[in-house]
């Protein structure tokens, strides 16, 4: 388990990383001024190869979903053209069934 402490305002918030990337804890004190410290928005290399990893990450997911929308798309395709079959299908299937019906009450 990643456990990483960033300590972003100069008086009481501070950000726990659990996990890696997935789960982040915060930490908030009372005594917050609401000003950035310069020294904790650097971009660092550890950064820059995080924020790199997940526009990768999402990057994939869009693919992913991507795939998932045309299958989607082609079964509802699928769907739709079996029920237009079926439409067709059921008056000539009750026609036989009529038909079985006389034949059955002529014998």
């Keep these: 388990m990643l456990l990483q402490k960033h300590r972003i305002f100069r008086k009481g918030i501070t950000i726990v990383t659990i996990c890696s990337f997935s789960c982040i804890a915060f930490s908030i004190s009372s005594m917050t001024d609401g000003r950035f410290d310069d020294e904790y928005f650097k971009e660092s290399e550890q950064s820059s190869q995080f924020r790199q990893e997940y526009e990768m990450r999402k990057i994939k997911q869009d693919q992913g979903l991507d795939v998932i929308s045309e299958g989607l798309d082609t079964l509802k395709d699928m769907a739709q053209d079996m029920n237009e079959e079926f439409d067709k ?5 009750d ?6 019906d006389r034949a059955t009450t002529d014998l």
């Design 89 to 93: 299908q059921v008056p000539l299937m």
């Design 95 to 100: 026609e036989i069934d009529e038909k079985v």
